[in-house]
């Protein structure tokens, strides 16, 4: 097997001829799909070499972004499997020798993909990544180097979203950036299938409970769970625009579902905006927010947020069916750079 080094110097360059490649097809309506699935995949991948070239094979950082890339493939992968028509990871990747070469290094996308549920989008790990690269305090870069990125992709891309969220457990300047970006799937089935993943595999409690209230309703809260929260007054929680420069205030469903003060009438369906992963991270590292964080609803008892749970994974497996794709019931974790290849 190639060394990991060697593979990343020559990947990045390979990647970039087949991104250019790809790009010149975008106009064939048959397979734009196909294609544009491929150029985000190409993207991510660069952003992931770039980052990688910068640490030693032994490092937790390298680690890292070993782990944000397994995902990023599983993740794109298993949208592909749940595409009408379905896409292949050998589809998706056209390249022969990359083909291998991700295989190679990276087997467990490949072997997981027609059986297991990502834990998020692709492109909420590319989120990470580019955190990761250019340092949780420089918001103003990070949402720069993603309106790039978008701008690269062409603004009609699936996989791609549209907002990004920033939140603060105050508006102090140097208290740490929390980031989260929106669902970015347009599809009927791929946009709920993650919404539910995320609810029952990633989020922090409060932010699914929050979510799982309504889910898959855009309308109606359930009649017997209500887990909506009232945040701190203190946290700041700020979306923006990825596909113009501006500022977004919260939709009406991210003022039911956290609280926060909006006077926007536009309902997205609960769980798709930035916001929802955004506060999740938020919860998830400042334990002393998260204290502070009320469900005021009597409903908001354990026995009703199990029902409501069992709830969100029948609809999952009922859209899992429609999609035709048979689930082992698990939810895909990145083993370590090293053990995945020893499988492999
Ligand atoms: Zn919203």
Known sequence: MQRFSDYQRNGCIRWKKFFSVSGRGMSDGNCSELLKMSVCLSLCHNVAVHIMLLYDTESDLFSYVFSLTSQI???????????????????????????????????????????????????????????????????????????????KLGASNDLVSSTVCVSQKEAAEDSVRYYGVSMSTSCRYPGRIIVAACCLSTWDSYVADAVMSYYPSKKKKKSYFDGTIRLPEQVRCQGFSLRRVKQMDPCRSCGNAFGLTTGEKQVW????????????????????????????????????????????MKELRHYLRMVEFKWDSEFYIPRGAAEDQERS
């Open 73 to 151: 493939l599983h993740s794109i992968f298993f949208l592909g499997e749940i595409n009408n028509p379905r896409y292949t990871p050998k589809h998706i990747v056209s390249d022969d020798e990359m083909l291998k070469a991700l295989r190679d290094h990276y087997p467990g996308p490949f072997k997981r993909c027609s059986s297991q549920l990502p834990k998020r989008s692709p492109f909420s790990c590319v989120l990470d990544m580019i955190v990761l690269l250019t340092g949780q305090q420089n918001e103003n870069q990070i949402i720069n180097r993603l309106r790039q990125l978008i701008k």
């Open 269 to 312: 369906p609960y769980g798709h905006c930035a916001e929802a992963e955004s506060l999740s991270n938020l919860l998830k590292n400042e334990k002393e927010i998260r204290e502070l964080v009320q469900q005021t609803s009597h409903l908001s008892t354990d026995e009703n947020r199990q029902k409501a749970k069992n709830s969100v």
